[in-house]
């Protein structure tokens, strides 16, 4: 049994044990801190270890680093107190000190204020590295503990999430983010250039090489000098003096030599060899490096001052090559180097090239040619528009023997070529120039010349290149018409081609689309009466098909653009007699459309066309259905797909004559062909005044004979049909005109309700019947036509000598009423057809009313307005006759009352002529050589406000007509200002 206060000598107590550990942890954490830099304790602790202490209660350093308490004692102020407990020993309330970590009883640990137990020891939250700011939170190495916060170590600076030593971090140098530049280090806080460096205007220069900074921070060199060895000077060093002999060649190797310049058309160079070479007589020297065995550079500098006169790396590849124009006597250097360090064994080529000559020779008219040469020694007299600078070419001057289309190419040659074709003489025009023709490097130009037609053709470098060349001419021989032949004994059949060929271009016009790619020709024979089908479905282009009669320029027999809306294979349908040959085309629609083909053609066995003649008899009417028939024919007009049935008619004696479908069971369209099944139409209608049948208002000559053509308004619309003839009785038809004479002024009076609709308003919409009559002009003069007083809507036109004469004017609605009124300027003698329409379907009783207006202003009496300058009239168009018509590119048109005057320039310059200051909205237009003349400017809205403004060129003494109009139907007071342009 022990006693209290003694222990056995072999048996540690617990504390001691705890100490034992404890120092071990100490120690531990001496070593850490050793490793750390010196640290600076708070007011009442003390650095023991690397560590801040409390000694006045820290048994391990109690009254000082050194005084560590025996075992089971405590340190209080600074002193040991109370007693060591034996191994096991001291149970109950007999004075016992616990382990520090373990609980006193209350749940806290036996630390001093302001420590905390961590790890089994005590330790200072504030200052810990170990345990800054709570137990295990470790900081950084190279940081320390401050407050509880790891914080960069004496020295460091926090920058971003980093400590960074501001005296030689390159990238904080003397503060955060403070970097230093290229070849450049921090030193004391301070950017400094590397060894041999200088820092000039914020960079590192070498003061001996540095051109900017030769010798001394903004030492420049100057007159072309370069700095070597701190000095602006042209000091070449070793160098070969190579004379003045041409041409020459010169071989060495840069292995081993020495740099002397640094060439402007290098980023980073080589060593060099250079050579002197003085020019024997004035010209363009050439020096290339053609033959080397790397990447080269070379250059040419003035020999007085070192001066780059041309500098080249790459001009056809890894060679270099450049051309100098040098005076008699002049030395150069010439250096050969490398690009990027490249050095090896050179060529060097020097020549004199011939002065720059265009043509240097003329080709003969004979076809197919070729000629050779070298363009190595020729000069540079010109720039090809697709070329380069600073490039020799060869040019040489043709003239075609005949018109035609000819072929210029340089295949065979042994560079990247230019050609280029110009019209006439070497500053001509640009004809054509290419480049690399497909994906070759060989150039073609393809030209249409007329007979006699003198080019230049230029052959040139691409990129500087030079040396052999070919150039050839050829002309193009068009493929024969047919160029094939359909087979006529199998049906169906079909043929596969192309029509993207070299050179090939559209021959043949189409009569339908645009029909301007190339095209291919196919001849066919009809082995039999039929209906003969042609489409190419399953081509792979936008095709146009068209077919002619018997040869490749005969009358047209069909043509199709699109099958239907947005499909773009194309089909003819035409019946053809046993024996009767057609040309097929396969066209395309526009001049790039081209490629892979498909023709398809079918034979259909049909009945006679026609099926009954009707002969000359009229009136008749004749009943049938087509439930039964066939669709061979296609009309102009309606839907495709109906089935017909065909009648032949001949007029019996000159007049016109109605023919329509009343009275059928279905949908009908009606068209009437000229002479036979097969020709043109003359007119077609689907649907007459609304309803679903048809009417054709025709006038033919006696014995005239005409095909009609009952077919239905869609591909399902078939049935009984009732087909009527008969003469039109009446006057006021395009064969019977009303005649008025020449008298004016005049007023006559009618009704449009039984007449036939003859003919088809120029503007407005009519299905109307119309009224003709026919008015011969006694005198030259403005006319004026009016339906006012009329019963129905009206449409008014003037023909020029007959129903198929030019339009004059045409007119729906005046000044925004249903009535109509047209003015025309006339010539004595001179006769028009008068046609009193229906707008839509109206009809019903009219008043014609016409006379010569005999006041000024009008396209037939214009105002002279003489040549004052500046100059302003006032006026107004109400009352006056619309008489000129503006141009339809400045205006959708306009049915105003218009007043016209003449103005001679009194001297050429610019002139504004406006109509600002007058009170409607104008419209103004001016025109050479009268109302019906060239455009000379037109305008609606350029003043502001609704008035015109016109500003042209006048030359002196030129005479311009002047149409101050209306927009649309607006009239009323105007102001006319011509004034020079300021």
């Given at each position: 049994?022990?006693?209290?206060?003694?222990?056995?000598?072999?048996?540690?107590?617990?504390?001691?044990?705890?100490?034992?550990?404890?120092?071990?942890?100490?120690?531990?954490?001496?070593?850490?801190?050793?490793?750390?830099?010196?640290?600076?304790?708070?007011?009442?602790?003390?650095?023991?270890?690397?560590?801040?202490?409390?000694?006045?209660?820290?048994?391990?350093?109690?009254?000082?680093?050194?005084?560590?308490?025996?075992?089971?004692?405590?340190?209080?102020?600074?002193?040991?107190?109370?007693?060591?407990?034996?191994?096991?020993?001291?149970?109950?309330?007999?004075?016992?000190?616990?382990?520090?970590?373990?609980?006193?009883?209350?749940?806290?640990?036996?630390?001093?204020?302001?420590?905390?137990?961590?790890?089994?020891?005590?330790?200072?939250?504030?200052?810990?590295?170990?345990?800054?700011?709570?137990?295990?939170?470790?900081?950084?190495?190279?940081?320390?503990?401050?407050?509880?916060?790891?914080?960069?170590?004496?020295?460091?600076?926090?920058?971003?999430?980093?400590?960074?030593?501001?005296?030689?971090?390159?990238?904080?140098?003397?503060?955060?983010?403070?970097?230093?530049?290229?070849?450049?280090?921090?030193?004391?806080?301070?950017?400094?250039?590397?060894?041999?460096?200088?820092?000039?205007?914020?960079?590192?220069?070498?003061?001996?090489?540095?051109?900017?900074?030769?010798?001394?921070?903004?030492?420049?060199?100057?007159?072309?000098?370069?700095?070597?060895?701190?000095?602006?000077?042209?000091?070449?060093?070793?160098?070969?003096?190579?004379?003045?002999?041409?041409?020459?060649?010169?071989?060495?190797?840069?292995?081993?030599?020495?740099?002397?310049?640094?060439?402007?058309?290098?980023?980073?160079?080589?060593?060099?060899?250079?050579?002197?070479?003085?020019?024997?007589?004035?010209?363009?020297?050439?020096?290339?490096?053609?033959?080397?065995?790397?990447?080269?550079?070379?250059?040419?500098?003035?020999?007085?001052?070192?001066?780059?006169?041309?500098?080249?790396?790459?001009?056809?590849?890894?060679?270099?090559?450049?051309?100098?124009?040098?005076?008699?006597?002049?030395?150069?250097?010439?250096?050969?180097?490398?690009?990027?360090?490249?050095?090896?064994?050179?060529?060097?080529?020097?020549?004199?090239?011939?002065?720059?000559?265009?043509?240097?020779?003329?080709?003969?008219?004979?076809?197919?040619?070729?000629?050779?040469?070298?363009?190595?020694?020729?000069?540079?007299?010109?720039?090809?528009?697709?070329?380069?600078?600073?490039?020799?070419?060869?040019?040489?001057?043709?003239?075609?023997?005949?018109?035609?289309?000819?072929?210029?190419?340089?295949?065979?040659?042994?560079?990247?070529?230019?050609?280029?074709?110009?019209?006439?003489?070497?500053?001509?025009?640009?004809?054509?120039?290419?480049?690399?023709?497909?994906?070759?490097?060989?150039?073609?130009?393809?030209?249409?010349?007329?007979?006699?037609?003198?080019?230049?053709?230029?052959?040139?470098?691409?990129?500087?290149?030079?040396?052999?060349?070919?150039?050839?001419?050829?002309?193009?021989?068009?493929?024969?018409?047919?160029?094939?032949?359909?087979?006529?004994?199998?049906?169906?059949?079909?043929?596969?081609?192309?029509?993207?060929?070299?050179?090939?271009?559209?021959?043949?016009?189409?009569?339908?689309?645009?029909?301007?790619?190339?095209?291919?020709?196919?001849?066919?024979?009809?082995?039999?009466?039929?209906?003969?089908?042609?489409?190419?479905?399953?081509?792979?282009?936008?095709?146009?098909?068209?077919?002619?009669?018997?040869?490749?320029?005969?009358?047209?027999?069909?043509?199709?653009?699109?099958?239907?809306?947005?499909?773009?294979?194309?089909?003819?349908?035409?019946?053809?007699?046993?024996?009767?040959?057609?040309?097929?085309?396969?066209?395309?629609?526009?001049?790039?459309?081209?490629?892979?083909?498909?023709?398809?053609?079918?034979?259909?066995?049909?009945?006679?066309?026609?099926?009954?003649?009707?002969?000359?008899?009229?009136?008749?009417?004749?009943?049938?259905?087509?439930?039964?028939?066939?669709?061979?024919?296609?009309?102009?007009?309606?839907?495709?797909?109906?089935?017909?049935?065909?009648?032949?008619?001949?007029?019996?004696?000159?007049?016109?004559?109605?023919?329509?479908?009343?009275?059928?069971?279905?949908?009908?369209?009606?068209?009437?062909?000229?002479?036979?099944?097969?020709?043109?139409?003359?007119?077609?209608?689907?649907?007459?005044?609304?309803?679903?049948?048809?009417?054709?208002?025709?006038?033919?000559?006696?014995?005239?004979?005409?095909?009609?053509?009952?077919?239905?308004?869609?591909?399902?619309?078939?049935?009984?049909?009732?087909?009527?003839?008969?003469?039109?009785?009446?006057?006021?038809?395009?064969?019977?005109?009303?005649?008025?004479?020449?008298?004016?002024?005049?007023?006559?009076?009618?009704?449009?309700?039984?007449?036939?609709?003859?003919?088809?308003?120029?503007?407005?919409?009519?299905?109307?019947?119309?009224?003709?009559?026919?008015?011969?002009?006694?005198?030259?003069?403005?006319?004026?036509?009016?339906?006012?007083?009329?019963?129905?809507?009206?449409?008014?036109?003037?023909?020029?000598?007959?129903?198929?004469?030019?339009?004059?004017?045409?007119?729906?609605?005046?000044?925004?009423?249903?009535?109509?009124?047209?003015?025309?300027?006339?010539?004595?003698?001179?006769?028009?057809?008068?046609v009193v329409d229906g707008r839509g379907s109206s009809a019903g009783d009219y008043v014609l009313q016409l006379d010569r207006f005999t006041g000024p202003g009008t396209c037939s009496t214009p105002i002279d307005l003489g040549s004052e300058l500046p100059l302003t009239r006032t006026g107004t168009t109400s009352g006056q006759p619309n008489s000129a018509t503006p141009p339809s590119t400045c205006t959708s048109g306009?049915?105003?009352?218009?007043?016209?005057?003449?103005?001679?320039?009194?001297?050429?310059?610019?002139?504004?002529?406006?109509?600002?200051?007058?009170?409607?909205?104008?419209?103004?237009?001016?025109?050479?050589?009268?109302?019906?003349?060239?455009?000379?400017?037109?305008?609606?809205?350029?003043?502001?406000?609704?008035?015109?403004?016109?500003?042209?060129?006048?030359?002196?003494?030129?005479?311009?007509?002047?149409?101050?109009?209306?927009?649309?139907?607006?009239?009323?007071?105007?102001?006319?200002?011509?004034?020079?342009?300021?």
């Amino acid at each position: 049994m022990s006693q209290p206060g003694l222990r056995s000598r072999f048996g540690l107590s617990f504390t001691a044990l705890w100490l034992t550990a404890a120092a071990l942890l100490v120690g531990s954490s001496s070593c850490a801190r050793a490793e750390t830099s010196s640290i600076t304790c708070n007011d009442g602790l003390a650095t023991c270890g690397g560590a801040c202490v409390d000694t006045q209660v820290d048994p391990d350093h109690c009254g000082g680093c050194d005084g560590a308490c025996a075992s089971g004692q405590r340190c209080e102020a600074g002193e040991c107190v109370g007693e060591d407990k034996g191994n096991g020993g001291g149970g109950g309330d007999e004075g016992g000190i616990e382990a520090p970590g373990q609980s006193d009883g209350t749940g806290g640990a036996l630390c001093a204020p302001g420590l905390a137990p961590c790890s089994g020891g005590c330790v200072d939250l504030d200052v810990n590295p170990h345990h800054c700011g709570g137990c295990g939170q470790e900081c950084p190495a190279g940081q320390l503990c401050e407050g509880g916060a790891c914080r960069c170590d004496g020295g460091l600076a926090e920058c971003g999430d980093s400590c960074a030593d501001l005296t030689k971090d390159p990238l904080h140098c003397g503060g955060c983010d403070v970097r230093c530049g290229l070849n450049a280090a921090c030193v004391d806080g301070e950017c400094a250039c590397d060894e041999g460096l200088t820092g000039c205007d914020g960079k590192c220069v070498d003061l001996a090489s540095n051109p900017q900074h030769c010798g001394a921070c903004g030492a420049a060199c100057g007159g072309g000098l370069v700095c070597q060895a701190g000095t602006c000077a042209c000091i070449v060093g070793e160098h070969e003096d190579i004379g003045s002999t041409i041409p020459q060649v010169v071989r060495g190797t840069t292995l081993g030599a020495d740099t002397y310049f640094g060439l402007d058309c290098v980023a980073a160079g080589s060593t060099e060899v250079v050579y002197e070479f003085t020019a024997a007589e004035a010209g363009t020297y050439r020096f290339d490096t053609a033959g080397s065995s790397y990447d080269t550079a070379i250059a040419v500098l003035d020999r007085a001052v070192c001066r780059e006169l041309a500098c080249n790396d790459d001009r056809a590849g890894a060679e270099a090559a450049a051309s100098v124009v040098l005076e008699g006597g002049e030395e150069v250097l010439v250096v050969v180097s490398g690009y990027n360090g490249a050095q090896g064994d050179f060529e060097l080529h020097i020549d004199r090239a011939a002065p720059p000559a265009c043509p240097v020779g003329t080709l003969e008219p004979t076809l197919p040619q070729s000629v050779h040469g070298d363009t190595w020694t020729l000069g540079d007299a010109l720039v090809a528009s697709c070329g380069s600078l600073d490039t020799p070419e060869a040019s040489y001057a043709f003239t075609a023997p005949r018109a035609g289309r000819f072929i210029f190419d340089t295949t065979g040659s042994s560079f990247d070529t230019v050609l280029e074709l110009r019209s006439g003489t070497c500053a001509g025009s640009v004809i054509s120039c290419n480049d690399d023709n497909a994906s070759e490097e060989t150039s073609r130009v393809v030209a249409n010349l007329t007979a006699g037609q003198t080019v230049v053709a230029i052959v040139e470098g691409a990129d500087g290149e030079y040396g052999p060349f070919t150039l050839n001419v050829s002309e193009y021989v068009p493929p024969p018409c047919p160029e094939l032949v359909l087979d006529a004994a199998t049906f169906p059949q079909r043929v596969t081609g192309t029509t993207a060929i070299v050179d090939r271009e559209s021959a043949l016009s189409a009569p339908c689309g645009s029909g301007a790619g190339p095209e291919v020709t196919y001849a066919f024979t009809a082995p039999a009466d039929a209906l003969y089908t042609f489409d190419t479905i399953g081509s792979e282009f936008d095709t146009v098909l068209h077919i002619h009669d018997g040869t490749c320029r005969g009358p047209s027999l069909g043509c199709n653009d699109d099958m239907a809306t947005g499909v773009r294979p194309s089909q003819v349908k035409v019946l053809l007699e046993e024996g009767q040959t057609v040309i097929v085309v396969v066209d395309g629609y526009t001049s790039s459309s081209s490629g892979a083909y498909t023709l398809n053609v079918s034979q259909t066995l049909v009945p006679p066309c026609p099926l009954i003649d009707l002969g000359t008899t009229v009136p008749q009417t004749v009943t049938g259905t087509t439930a039964d028939a066939s669709d061979v024919l296609r009309p102009t007009c309606g839907e495709a797909g109906g089935r017909e049935a065909t009648y032949s008619f001949t007029a019996p004696e000159d007049g016109t004559y109605l023919i329509d479908t009343f009275g059928s069971s279905f949908d009908t369209t009606l068209a009437a062909l000229d002479g036979s099944c097969s020709g043109t139409t003359i007119a077609c209608n689907a649907d007459a005044a609304g309803s679903q049948q048809s009417l054709l208002t025709l006038d033919l000559d006696e014995g005239q004979t005409i095909i009609l053509l009952i077919d239905g308004d869609s591909a399902g619309a078939s049935g009984d049909f009732t087909l009527n003839v008969e003469r039109f009785d009446g006057g006021g038809t395009c064969s019977t005109p009303i005649e008025l004479g020449s008298s004016y002024p005049q007023v006559v009076t009618g009704s449009t309700v039984d007449q036939p609709g003859s003919v088809t308003p120029s503007c407005g919409s009519s299905t109307a019947p119309d009224m003709i009559y026919s008015f011969t002009a006694p005198e030259n003069g403005t006319y004026i036509f009016n339906t006012l007083g009329s019963s129905f809507d009206t449409v008014l036109q003037i023909l020029n000598g007959g129903c198929r004469g030019a339009s004059l004017g045409c007119n729906d609605d005046v000044s925004g009423g249903r009535q109509s009124r047209i003015s025309a300027a006339l010539v004595a003698g001179q006769t028009v057809f008068i046609v009193v329409d229906g707008r839509g379907s109206s009809a019903g009783d009219y008043v014609l009313q016409l006379d010569r207006f005999t006041g000024p202003g009008t396209c037939s009496t214009p105002i002279d307005l003489g040549s004052e300058l500046p100059l302003t009239r006032t006026g107004t168009t109400s009352g006056q006759p619309n008489s000129a018509t503006p141009p339809s590119t400045c205006t959708s048109g306009s049915s105003a009352a218009d007043m016209v005057f003449t103005y001679t320039a009194p001297a050429g310059g610019e002139y504004v002529i406006d109509t600002i200051g007058s009170s409607y909205d104008t419209f103004l237009h001016v025109h050479r050589d009268g109302c019906g003349g060239a455009s000379r400017g037109c305008n609606d809205d350029g003043g502001g406000s609704g008035t015109s403004k016109v500003e042209l060129t006048l030359t002196a003494g030129e005479v311009i007509t002047v149409v101050v109009d209306g927009y649309g139907t607006s009239s009323g007071s105007f102001t006319l200002n011509i004034n020079p342009a300021p």
